[in-house]
């Protein structure tokens, strides 16, 4: 199993028609890896507090659909958090949030995940947000100790950090307990770190979104360091939301999921090239909508 922890939200996406109209769609980076991981096959499971609202019924049963498990979700009465994005020419979103009051921000500790849990992932909002911060980053550190892989996504959303240099040595404090961080260049450029200075924190691999320019991975290799680069593939990009949670949910696939190499080896250009794939596809579709697996393999 597969355990991604973090908010569950409705992201308000433009459309053409009629003019000004926002579309309410399921979101959140955690929700989305989470979905992803289900539509690719893998055994998953939400770990989050979801609102018990309309918003809040329609998101788990989009992961019920999935095939997610749902045991680990903790439910509240207040209202769901809103993400209203804004669409760049080139397809890219920015985000204003709505979070006062709302429910994933009161997420409290579960007292142990699954015994067969083997990996878990956590990021964007979930991070940020207090109480539920301290939470999640409590989770993180209990896990990554009995030897579970952990995948840190930050996903940095600057609105939502009142204090930038306090999260920034928060991350650093995260990096003992992480196995792979995956970020984006423009993650990479708010944090303002370097790479291999993230490495000797604690992570075995460091993977680096480039939107059209693909993925790199810098990664203990023996006795040092190596590097390994794929391209995007082409497509028409309706909008990049979710892009880089179907990017989350491909490593885990490959690295904890089914398809994961007996050994524990990892075949770098290979894993690379399936989640930019998997990314690529998300992108040719609006609001965050990971493929399945059937898609994958055609």
Not at 30 to 50: D, H, I, K, M, Q
Not at 95 to 116: C, I, K, M, N, S
Not at 182 to 204: C, F, I, T
Not at 220 to 242: H, L, M, N, S
Request: aromatic residues 6%; contains cysteine; charged residues 20%.
């Amino acid at each position: 199993m597969i355990v991604v922890g973090g908010e569950a939200l409705i992201d308000l996406v433009p459309v053409a028609q009629p003019p000004g109209a926002l579309l309410p769609r399921p979101g959140g980076g955690p929700y989305n890896t989470a979905l992803a991981l289900g539509r690719l096959g893998a055994e998953a499971a939400f770990c989050s507090r979801v609102s018990a609202d309309g918003f809040g019924e329609s998101l788990l049963a989009g992961l019920r659909a999935a095939g997610v498990d749902l045991s680990l979700v903790q439910r509240g009465p207040e209202p769901t958090t809103l993400a209203v994005a804004s669409l760049g020419p080139d397809g890219s979103a920015a985000y204003g949030f709505y979070v006062e009051g709302t429910a994933d921000r009161l997420f409290a500790l579960p007292e142990a995940l699954p015994a067969r849990a083997r990996a878990l992932a956590l990021g964007t909002c979930s991070l940020a947000l207090e109480p539920g911060a301290s939470a999640y980053e409590a989770l993180l550190r209990r896990e990554s100790a009995r030897g579970l892989l952990t995948l840190l996504d930050p996903n940095i959303r600057p609105a939502l950090i009142a204090d930038p240099a306090a999260y920034r040595t928060r991350f650093l404090g995260w990096l003992p307990s992480v196995s792979v961080l995956k970020l984006s260049e423009e993650d990479a450029g708010w944090l303002g770190g370097r790479v291999d200075d993230w490495l000797a924190a604690g992570p075995s691999a460091v993977v680096l979104t480039r939107g059209a320019a693909g993925l790199t991975v810098r990664t203990w290799e023996g006795a040092g360091y190596a590097e390994y680069a794929v391209p995007a593939p082409a497509v028409a990009v309706a909008d990049t939301i979710g892009a880089g949670d179907t990017v989350n949910a491909a490593l885990l696939h490959r690295l904890a999921g089914p398809d994961r190499a007996a050994d524990g080896a990892v075949d770098w250009p290979q894993v690379l090239a399936f989640a930019a794939r998997a990314a690529a596809l998300t992108c040719t579709r609006t609001g965050a909508e990971p493929p399945y697996a059937a898609e994958l393999s055609r």
